[in-house]
């Protein structure tokens, strides 16, 4: 075989090894787009926005796995996830605390919105 043509061929297999590995993390290829939470009483339901959250400058890791598992639901299994845990600085309260983003306290309509 041609030299050239045998460099090029390994090159575009380390270029697609790399792709394979690194885009599920970093695009959001597998990544949910809307999120919709439905315990909320009286209020609308909370959407939460994969897209919107990137937009700001977040990262996989900023959220995943330290304040939600990669599972939709499983914040809330046992109703866990509640105005007050988030008030105490759990799930989406971990960052809407009025300091990094607007706060569970005050904002409600921002989250409970359709
Ligand atoms: C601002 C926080 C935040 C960021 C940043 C974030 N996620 Fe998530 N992600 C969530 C929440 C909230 C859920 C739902 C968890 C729950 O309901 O318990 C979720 C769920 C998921 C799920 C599960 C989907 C399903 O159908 O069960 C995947 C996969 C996922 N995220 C991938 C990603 C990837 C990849 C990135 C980075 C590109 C990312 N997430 C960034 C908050 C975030
Ligand atoms: C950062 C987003 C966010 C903001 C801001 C927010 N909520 Fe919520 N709220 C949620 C989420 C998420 C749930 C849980 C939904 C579920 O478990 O299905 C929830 C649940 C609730 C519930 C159901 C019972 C409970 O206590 O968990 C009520 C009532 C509620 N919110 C009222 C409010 C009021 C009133 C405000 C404004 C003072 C507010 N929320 C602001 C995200 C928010
Ligand atoms: C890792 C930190 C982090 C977590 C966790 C997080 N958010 Fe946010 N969120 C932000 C930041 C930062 C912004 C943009 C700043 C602002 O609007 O105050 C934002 C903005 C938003 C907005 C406004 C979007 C717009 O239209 O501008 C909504 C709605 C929202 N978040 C809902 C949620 C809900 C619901 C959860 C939990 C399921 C959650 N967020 C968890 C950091 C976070």
Redesign the pocket.
């Known amino acids: 075989m041609n030299k050239n043509v045998f460099r090029l061929s390994i090159l575009l297999l380390v270029v697609f090894a790399i792709c394979m590995t690194t885009l599920p993390?970093?695009t959001?290829a597998?990544?949910?787009g809307g999120?919709y939470y439905k315990d909320t009483g009286e209020l609308e339901r909370v959407r939460?926005s994969?897209s919107i959250?990137?937009s700001y400058g977040?990262?996989?890791e900023?959220?995943?796995n330290k304040?939600?598992?990669?599972?939709?639901?499983?914040?809330?299994v046992g109703n866990a996830m509640t105005m007050k845990t988030m008030g105490e600085g759990k799930f989406c309260g971990a960052c809407h605390n009025g300091e990094q983003a607007f706060s569970v306290e005050s904002d409600c309509d921002q989250c409970h919105f359709r």
């Open positions: 993390e970093t959001s597998r990544m949910p999120i939460f994969h959250h990137l977040k990262t996989c900023d959220c995943h304040i939600f598992q990669k599972r939709v639901g499983r914040a809330d």
